[in-house]
């Protein structure tokens, strides 16, 4: 399935149903009085978050929605029916905002979230509404409302926990497949990722988090170089950050620490927020440098970066130091999911002994 996260689409609640203008008519009975019923609403739109999908692919060649108008009054006091209501299907961390004025309306973070983007217009009134005892034969109605209409545009950023950072072809998706049931296209040539992917990592019983597998960067990114520009916004809601690094790179012309440097780089232009984030070094494919000089590479490697961070040594390859990898990462991200909890609200002292159930 191809990967969309954005999409522009155009919406229209149903209109309310006209009021009918009706008067009773049986035998023997000359005066029987109004009996014109009020109109039905309008079809409301609503968005619903399905965790099944991962893309907006769906809205992408369907891009006009609309909901029934409501039916029209009748007489012998018949109300009309409402209008059907339409329900559209968006994946979790979907962002709804004003395609002209990009002010943000809805986020979709929590599956089976249901939420109401377009409201139907309510019904008119018939002339039921407008007896009374000085107007016992109205003749007044009022036309149903207009439904809501809008045009939207829709964002998904993904909600991931942990997201992977570097260069192409630098093992992101060889390390997701060894640490989460992902399985990314992986090759021996940059920019095999074309899309994000997700993974769960399993820690322990009911211990788990998702990480999040990004096109790989290039300098210039922030400028629009390269596909990860494209999918940086997918970083945003991420907890921790992984800046995984190529410590064996191919080309003995490359430096990994000045490739290093112009990741941050980027990452900074790109969203200050996005790089003051939480950020990790895991240098990866040690298994291609020799035992005897793989120490001295790191340190060499983390002198010259000026990193003074956490700092992982792994093979995504043979797995070798992903253990190690996964346990820390998910006890930072568990302390942060703890420090985001809003505070409990405080209990009055007059009512702190009192049972629950009271």
């Not at 217009?121 to 003749?139: C, E, T």
């Not at 991200?333 to 702190?352: G, I, L, S």
Request: hydrophobic residues 40%.
């Amino acid at each position: 399935m191809k990967f969309v996260d954005e999409a522009f689409i155009d919406i229209a609640a149903g209109d309310g149903g006209n009021g009918c203008v009706s008067f009773r008519h049986e035998k023997y009975k000359e005066f029987g009085g109004p009996n014109g019923g009020d109109g039905g609403r309008g079809g409301h739109v609503y968005a619903v978050a399905d965790p099944n999908l991962n893309t907006l692919v769906d809205f992408r060649y369907t891009r006009r929605f609309e909901a029934k108008r409501g039916q029209h009054g009748m007489g012998s006091d018949m109300f009309g029916a409402a209008g059907d209501d339409i329900t559209l299907k968006m994946p979790v961390g979907t962002i709804i905002s004003d395609a002209e004025t990009g002010e943000v309306l809805f986020e979709l973070l929590n599956p089976g979230e249901v939420i109401t983007i377009a409201k139907g217009g309510d019904g008119g009134f018939g002339n039921l509404r407008f007896k009374s005892a000085i107007n016992r034969a109205p003749r007044q109605k009022t036309p149903g409302w207009p439904g809501e209409k809008r045009n939207l545009k829709l964002e998904l950023k993904v909600l991931a926990d942990v997201g992977l950072l570097g260069l192409p072809n630098a093992g992101k998706s060889t390390l997701i497949t060894a640490i989460s049931n992902a399985r990314p296209r992986i090759a021996d040539y940059p920019f095999t990722t074309l899309h994000p992917n997700l993974g769960v990592v399993r820690v322990g019983p009911e211990q788990s988090f998702v990480v999040a597998d990004l096109p790989g960067l290039i300098e210039g990114a922030s400028e629009g170089a390269g596909l990860g520009h494209l999918f940086l916004r997918h970083l945003q809601r991420t907890r921790l950050l992984l800046h995984v690094v190529d410590l064996a790179p191919f080309d003995d012309n490359v430096d990994p620490v000045a490739q290093a440097k112009a990741i941050v780089a980027e990452l900074k232009k790109y969203d200050a927020a996005l790089y003051d984030k939480p950020r990790w070094l895991v240098l990866n494919k040690l298994d291609v440098i020799p035992a005897e000089e793989r120490e001295a590479r790191v340190k060499d490697f983390v002198k010259r970066f000026k990193y003074k961070g956490p700092v992982f040594q792994i093979s995504a390859l043979t797995h070798e130091g992903c253990d190690q990898l996964v346990k820390s990462v998910y006890e930072q991200v568990k302390k942060q999911q703890v420090a985001e909890q809003p505070p409990a609200a405080e209990v009055d002292p007059r009512f702190k002994d009192v049972p629950p159930d009271a």
